[in-house]
């Protein structure tokens, strides 16, 4: 079992910042993959971010790339999405995942990869 808890989560203005945190605790040392998804009202649950924990290889959706950037703290067993220049857009509930399979055909942005999931920390962005 994995236990994911994020953090970081709060109202902010257009064009700010923040930083989300996923902490990571239980048998951390089967985790194959770290993500980040996100949930806005009646949308479906999106892609956001995925390191591979080992290697480190990031991976991005088309809409926060060169904005938003994924990294770790194996110390730590923490994850970080750093998000800058936000938009109204980007308003969600965002959620940290991570895969436990030792092989896995599905891709880091399916959120079906992933069987762990945090209980999500809501990001607000104001025009």
């Known amino acids: 079992q994995v236990q994911l808890v994020e953090s970081g989560g709060e109202l902010v203005q257009a064009g700010g910042s923040l930083r989300l945190s996923c902490a990571a605790s239980?048998?951390?040392?089967?985790?194959?993959?770290m993500g980040w998804f996100r949930q806005a009202p009646g949308k479906e649950r999106e892609f956001v971010a995925a390191?591979?924990?080992?290697?480190?290889?990031?991976y991005y959706a088309d809409s926060v790339k060169g904005r938003f950037s994924i990294s770790r703290d194996n110390a730590k067993n923490t994850v970080l999405l750093q998000m800058n220049s936000l938009k109204p857009e980007d308003t969600a509930i965002y959620y940290c995942?991570?895969?436990?399979?030792?092989?896995?055909?599905?891709?880091?942005?399916?959120?079906?990869?992933?069987?762990?999931w945090g209980q999500g920390t809501q990001v607000t962005v104001s025009s």
């Open positions: 239980g048998r951390t040392f089967n985790i194959y993959t």
């Open positions: 390191m591979t924990w080992s290697s480190g290889i990031t």
């Open positions: 995942a991570a895969d436990t399979a030792a092989w896995s055909p599905r891709s880091p942005s399916e959120y079906k990869k992933y069987n762990f």
